[in-house]
Structures are given as C-alpha cells and as structure tokens.
C-alpha cells in the first residue's frame, strides 16, 4: 500500500463530529493541557480521561485523544498512546493537528521499531506540511533518522541535505549535520575535548576486554575525541551486540558513523 493510501485510510474522516463541549468539559481540557505542560502526565491523562467520559462525540474530542496519546507516550505506554492518537487522527478536523498527530504517530513507531509505517507517516505529513516551515525541519529530521534504520543511507542524506538547506539554523539542522554522509553503525561511550582523556578510557575499556578506537569530530563547531566501539554494516547487526557491548560500558549509545 502507498503512502497516500495508508494515510487516507488512517485519516478516514468521522461523520457528523459537529457538536461542541460544554464550556465546563473545556474546561477539563484546558486543565489537562496545563498539566500536560508542566510534565504532570498523569493528572493530564486523568483530565482528558474525564473530558473524553461525557465529551467524546464533540467536535473537540480529536484535541482530546492527542493531547492524551501524547501523555501516554511520555510514560512510556505505548500501546495506549497509539490508539489515542489513532483515534485523533481519525477524527481530526483541521489541518494542523492533524499534521501534529501524523508526526507524532511517527515518531511512536520509529521508537517501537515498525520503520516502514514510520516512513509512510512522515512522509505522508511532509506532503501535507508547508516545507519551508516548521515542523517540517522536524520531520525531515526523522524520516532520516528512520532511512537510515533501514539502511538507506543515500536516501537519508538526500533528507538531510534538504534540510540544512531549508532550515540551516535549526536544531533538526544541527543534529542532521552529525548523521548525514554516515554509511555504518557503531557505539560511542564517551566524548572528550581532549586527545588524551579519550586515549585513557579507551584503555580502561580494553582492560575489561572492550576493543576501542578514538576518532575526532566537530560537533556543534568543536572539535570533539570519540570514544566508540564496533562498526556494523546494519542497524540489526549492531543490536545483536548491544547486550556484550554495554556489558563493558552500560551508557553506550548506537549512533551512525562515517
């Protein structure tokens, strides 16, 4: 199925959500809201939960299931979360949520590992979006990130690229310039502004049987010394080493690497 098909099939509208909530249930939903910016996801979930109870048929019901599914998400119950924002998808009338729900759900199942719907996602709100604006930077971001999982490297720099040029003071922008032009993976355990200081854990690490190099880079326009570990043609092949490799160094991370 395509992207285009995939997503209509998603977005499918509902009928008739022309009913509006009582300026009570708003209520409910402001205060969600509220809780949800302060990082309080259980009274957000509990508030919306509340709203939805006697609101679920209303026009505002889409904000609702977002807002919800974006609580879930941050305590990490994911199943949950995909129905939410499933559910909002669904009944979502403007545009705007609806790109914000696309990216979302995207990006729930980039970090479940089902990279082929998260690309149809992404590239399904990238269609949609306004490419010279945020959050486009955002999700041309991911949709590299994604590609690269999967091992398409060429295609994940052509992400990149675009977006160095659309958006060259971003934060999307900076991370990009940390990925693009990488072709394998491997583990970094630690970064250091000095040669020497990365010389000595990669000893330390040897000692208790973990193989390094060190390798230099500009990140953020410094010069940084690398400690990593490994270099593995595909995402697979570097995640069945994990367990051995975070044995020796818990905190290490699977990052692209030129």
């Known amino acids: 199925m395509g992207a285009a098909a995939a997503i209509g099939l998603l977005l499918a509208a509902c009928g008739g959500c022309v009913q509006h909530a009582s300026p009570e249930a708003m209520k409910l939903l402001a205060e969600g809201q509220d809780a949800y910016e302060r990082s309080d996801d259980q009274a957000a979930i509990a508030k919306t939960s509340e709203f939805l109870a006697h609101s679920a048929q209303t026009a505002e019901a889409d904000a609702a299931y977002y807002l919800r599914g974006l609580a879930y998400y941050r305590t990490k119950d994911l199943p949950a979360a995909r129905e939410d924002l499933k559910r909002s998808a669904a009944r979502a009338r403007g545009k705007d949520l609806r790109l914000k729900v696309l990216k979302a759900l995207g990006d729930l199942a980039y970090d479940t590992g089902d990279l082929d719907w998260a690309e149809t996602l992404y590239r399904g709100a990238l269609d949609e979006m306004n490419l010279k604006a945020p959050p486009a930077d955002e999700v041309r971001y991911r949709l590299g990130c994604a590609l690269q999982r999967k091992g398409n490297w060429w295609g994940a720099d052509s992400q990149f690229d675009r977006l160095r040029h659309d958006f060259p003071d971003s934060p999307a922008a900076r991370l990009a310039e940390r990925r693009i032009r990488c072709h394998a993976w491997s583990f970094q355990i630690a970064a ?35 400690v990593q570990a490994g270099r593995y043609d595909t995402y697979a092949a570097a995640g069945a080493d994990a367990p051995k490799i975070r044995n020796a160094a818990p905190n290490a991370q699977l990052v692209p690497t030129r």
């Not at 040669?195 to 500009?218: I, M, N, P, Y």
């Open 192 to 226: 250091f502004d000095r040669k020497d200081l990365a010389d000595s854990e990669s000893a330390r690490l040897a000692k208790v049987g973990l193989a390094t190099t060190v390798r230099h880079a500009v990140v953020e326009g410094k010069l940084r010394f690398l």
